[in-house]
């Protein structure tokens, strides 16, 4: 045991997420993972609001690992502290690296660096609201004992495919005939039950095509030949409330087949009586407007207006059609488009079959809007010929994990018993590459609906939940299944097959369905994402999918899948019309939180903070107006379940480092809390006490953050961390009537102390900086008037005319006005300005930046090394955004976020800069003058 270290909790070390955290490239790798789907784990099924792999690894490495503050025996000064923080931080900035996943030697040095701090006895992780697995992935990644739980099956399933199958039959090769007969090469990690996977997935692809190939013929050309569809475009239909017209109404929300370059297509409707015909037009031209907008619709023949509300009602009595309008098919290297023919409609029209899912969607008008017009079940939400193909596939599901079993067992591995009870033999491993494949069939399903758009721009199918939400759409795409474009079963497949190769198929991995108020925690480390009010209500959503693999492997699962739909009573989300209206919803909800975290403190490991995630939005609101307001409940939710707060870190997954309007939501996708379990002697405090206990530790904490590489745009969300850390350490903090102060107060104190921090940060600057930062807080890069700026001048101890002189500014006129870092000259050296200023080198260096990037900024802060002390300057950039982002300035304030978030960077090039003997940098500054 160690002496208190600041936590509030006496007794144990800090870790290193409780200090300090690479945030700008463990954001930037998180960005990053944004744009790769080929192999990512997250391909493997759909599940909604994943956390980035990157960050979930860095929070656990830094949730383990101590920070050398901790440990004064090891690292007594404040240098070796931080020369230790850097090595750890290069760890976890190489970590984050997707390229560096299958780095043997780096994982091995990140799991000993947990060795070390967890007395080579690292704690069991468990996130009790598993999702779509990251967490504990990673965890398994890290070398830990990775537990997931939750309480909804899908998820459920998700995880077990992702940690817990893979190690189970990790370096097995696979039983499929030809292949395990060829018995060439190993088989390590998952490759043997990935090809088993594939295998067996073109065998019921096969047998799906003898069995309803023939729903699903080619297209013929004019020129003779026939090509393969990739999809049949379909409008619904209702019949004109004109009584003079009774005309065939398609619903259609755009005529445009193509819109790239040179390649423009579309659909011209032609009336005929009362029916309506489509052609295909292009590229010449453009397409007509659709027939209908947010409901409301108009009769191409008789041009009368339809009302939403008649809509509804035709869907509601079933009597919403649909027709083909066109056909897309694959010609060489383009698409092509075909007018329909009776030959695809005909094969089309096939009868629905029975046997398929038919449960009742949720009345949610929030995020299920479907239902308004008729499409009140699952079965409803495909055409009759997707019905038909599901269903096969389906089927086959069954039929493959009897081939597979009889494989297995001709392999030479014994029956065992079954998947669910444990076991490792034949009839266990053909339930496993069954589960597989109706995941693969689950996940297909996605972008095999009736409720999928034709993407114009990039002509192709796009799936349904592109958001949380089942939408209804009036002309959708149908696939094709047999096809090898998006919506085609081995397309789907393979992606599946290849996020299962990319697994670290190792370790101690438990996962298991159960509610996160009632399960234990006794001796394990939290470290979650759970769910936010109603931000998605999942159980609705994932209904989608369940259907679908409860019909194929209920019989794998029959605890997993035993009903119907997925459990809705105890799943912690504020849904109104489950639970009696909002206030009611949000009830259940905060209270059910706050029984979670409660439990969690009362059980888990005390030796380590927890980690958790929150889906951050800038511009949450109550009535009143105020920011933020989920935020805050989750804060007060945590400190009044015994939890103090330690650290906040935001997590931005946006590509770029850049901040908008706050309007946009821009500034973080997620914030990480590290919690401990506050002490039960904590004691109390008034408001004065914790002003004062504010003020005493916030400056040098905020100067840690600024030094250790936080972006500006990050600086406010992330000094919530140590204010709140003051704040939650005591039991109550008294407001000056008695009352309890609520979180919401406690933030605004330390906003409010946090400004006096960067305002007393400007009496460390010369007196021309100070001028210019005191005219930029009233006029940013605008002019004012001369007579205030000669008035200022003199309250600083400068003069406007030598201010003009050092180039700072023109005074030009009557008129004061800064040079903005774009006016500025590139010629400028540092080395003979002589009247050099934090403020202009802070100036030229954005400049530098922003237009030739960090070498060259790197070269002229090199420069300026040699006549300044630039321990101030990286000050000024943190200020400067935050005045930019206070005025809602965008630009200015991107300008100097980017350069405070390059500085680390900046720094590095600088150091590589050639020096002359006489101390100039050996720089290229230009010619160019103003």
Known sequence: MTPDTGTGTPGYRRKLIE???????????????????????????????????????AVLFAQLVDDPSSRPEDFPSEEDQALERKRLFTIIERLVDWNNLNDKVLYEEAREEIRKSCGNFPPLILDPFAGGGSIPLEGQRLGLKAHASDLNPVPVLINKALIEYPTRWAGRPPVYPDVAASRLGDWPSTRGVAEDIRRYGHWMRDQAKKRIGHL????????????????????RTVTCPNPTCNGTLPLVRSFWLSKKEGAERYVEPMVEGRNIRFEIRGPEGAAREGTVYRGRATCLICNSPVKPDYIKSEGKAGRIGAQMMAIVAEGDGSRLYFPPTKEHEDAAAVARPRNVPDSPLAGDPRNIWCVNYGLDTFDKLFTDRQLVALATFSDLVSEVREKVLEDA??????????????????????????????????????????LCRWEVTKTQVRNLF?????????????????????????????????????????????????????????????????????????????????????????????????????????????????????????????????????????????????T??????????????????GWETLLEGMIRSGWTVTATWPIRTELGNRTTSQEKNALASSIVLACRARSEDAGTIDRRGLINALKVELPAALNALQQGGIAPVDLAQAAIGPGMAVFSRYARVAEADGSQMKVRAALILINQILAEVLSE???????????????????????????????????????????DRARLLRARAG?????????????????????????????????????????????????????????????????LFAISNKRSWAKTALLFNSLGSAWTEIERASHDAALTESGQATIDFGDDED
């Open 216 to 235: 699903y013929p080619q297209v013929r050309c004019e020129v003779g030949g026939s090509l393969d569809v990739i999809a049949w475009l379909w409008a």
């Open 815 to 879: 008129v004061v006005q800064l040079f903005s870092p774009g006016e500025l000259p590139l010629s400028y050296d540092p080395v003979r300005d002589d009247r050099i200023s934090v403020w202009e080198v802070v100036m030229h260096l954005a400049k530098r930046l922003d237009e030739l990037g960090i070498e060259a900024a790197g070269q002229l802060m090199a420069a300026a090394k040699t006549r300044l002390d630039l321990d101030t300057a990286k000050e000024l950039a943190y200020l």
């Open 612 to 629: 958790v995630f929150y889906a951050f939005k800038q511009s949450e609101s109550d009535e009143a107006g105020e920011a933020s307001t």
């Open 409 to 450: 067992l001709s392999y030479g591995l014994p029956q065992g018993v079954p998947l669910a009870a444990g076991g490792l033999g034949a009839l266990a491993y053909a339930e496993t590459i069954a589960t597989y494949l109706a995941l693969g069939v689950s996940r297909l399903t996605d972008i095999f609906n009736s």
């Open 19 to 57: 200090v300090a955290l690479p945030l700008e490239e463990i954001n930037k790798q998180s960005a990053r993972e944004k744009s790769i789907r080929h192999g990512h784990p997250s391909t493997l099924h759909l599940w909604w609001a994943r956390r980035p792999l990157a960050a979930c690894r």
């Open 466 to 610: 592109t958001r949380q939400a089942i939408p209804m759409l009036w002309d959708y795409a149908e696939t094709q299944p047999f096809g090898t474009a998006a919506g085609g079963f081995l397309v789907s497949l393979n992606s599946l097959v290849r996020s299962l190769e990319g697994v670290p198929a190792k370790g101690d991995v438990t996962v298991e369905q159960g509610g996160a108020v009632t399960r234990s925690y006794k001796g394990v480390v939290v470290s979650t994402d759970p769910p936010y009010y109603d931000n998605i209500v999942y159980s609705d959503l994932s209904d989608f999918f369940y259907v679908w693999l409860r019909r194929s492997i209920h019989s794998i699962h029959p605890d997993l899948l035993g009903t119907l739909l997925t459990p809705k009573s105890e799943e912690l989300v504020a849904n109104p019309y489950r639970h009696g209206g909002k206030m009611e919803a949000t009830r259940f909800f905060e209270n059910g939180f706050q029984q979670v975290f409660a439990h969690i403190r009362k059980e888990a490991c005390v030796d380590y903070p927890m």
């Open 761 to 803: 940060q400007e009496g460390d600057f010369d007196s021309d900086t100070r001028f210019c930062i005191e005219w930029f807080k009233g006029h940013g890069f605008d002019g004012g008037q001369y007579g205030d700026a000669e008035t200022l001048s003199r309250a600083l101890d400068t003069t406007v005319a030598g201010l």
